[in-house]
Every structure is written in structure tokens, then in C-alpha cells.
């Protein structure tokens, strides 16, 4: 903006290269190796979690490690709309960053939130219509995906054991 002339302002317009220069002078530094381990850390302890529940299935009640998978990831979910419900995995995932997104937590976790966001404009429009905006797209991946392998199995004749 040019004020008037004689005038002791400047203009104050400025070229991409100085905007980009300036940006980065207010740009507030990243401490990305304390953000990996983080994210490390949560992400392997919400895995040995989810192992040591696996375990207990195994050895408590007799299960084989197949038939102890379905649980144990319904425990973890159930574990991860709880937390979501009351607050403390939105605390865990600011601390932690991406390492409570990438277990199966995350896309519990994600799935919550949206229904709990919109949980006031009903059941069917609000909770069923938006809680699959974040999730579906991954559910479509998922459902292509298995799919195409499923046809690339069937073309080869690999049994999938």
C-alpha cells in the first residue's frame, strides 16, 4: 500500500523472495528428533500393548496367536474411543505426535472425535454422515486394495495361507 507522496512511509508491498526470507525469520524452529522419539516411543508402547494383551489371550485362555488377533485389536479400540470419550488421547497424541496415529488406535481415535464433533446434529446426519468424512477414505483404500491383491492372488494361483 503507497501512501501519500512526500510521504515518510514506504511502500509496503514486497517481492515472493522477501516475503519467503522474512517468513522463515518468524518461522519457530522444529525439534525434530525430539518429535521422532516421541513418536517412536508412543507408537512402539501402544504395540507392545496391543502384544501383551495378544499374549494374555494365548496363555490365559488357550487361544492360537491367529484367534488371539481379533480381540486384541477390539480391546485396543475399545481402549481408544474410552480415551478419546474423556479426553486424554488427544493429550497423548499433541505430546506424541504421529506415533499414536499409525496403530490401529489412531483410526479409532479418528473416527471418535468426528462422531463426538457432531454427535449434536443427530444420530444419522450428524454421527453416521460425518465420522466416515476422515475414515472413509482410508476404508476405501483398504476395501480397492484388498480387492486388487485378491484378483493378482486368484491370477497366479497363490492360496493366500
Given amino acids: 500500500m503507497a501512501t501519500k507522496a512526500g510521504s515518510k512511509y514506504k511502500k509496503m508491498t514486497m517481492s515472493p523472495q522477501e516475503y519467503q526470507t522474512y517468513a522463515k525469520t518468524r518461522e519457530p524452529s522444529r525439534a525434530v528428533l525430539r518429535n521422532c522419539l516421541r513418536a517412536f516411543l508412543v507408537g512402539g508402547l501402544i504395540c507392545t500393548l496391543g502384544q501383551v494383551i495378544q499374549d494374555l489371550f494365548v496363555y490365559a485362555f488357550g487361544m492360537s496367536q491367529q484367534e488371539a488377533g481379533n480381540p486384541t485389536v477390539a480391546i485396543l479400540i475399545l481402549t481408544s474411543v474410552i480415551l ?4 486424554v488421547y488427544d493429550k497423548i497424541a499433541q505430546w506424541a505426535g504421529a506415533g499414536t496415529a499409525v496403530p490401529v488406535t489412531g483410526f ?14 443427530g444420530l444419522v446426519l450428524g454421527v453416521g454422515g460425518n465420522m466416515f468424512k476422515l475414515a472413509g477414505s482410508v476404508i476405501v483404500y483398504g476395501t480397492v486394495a484388498a480387492f486388487f491383491i485378491g484378483i493378482i492372488y486368484m491370477a497366479f494361483g497363490v492360496e493366500g495361507h
Fill in 84 to 87: 478419546t470419550c474423556l479426553g
Fill in 108 to 121: 479409532a481415535n479418528s473416527m471418535c472425535s468426528a462422531a463426538l464433533e457432531h454427535r449434536s446434529e
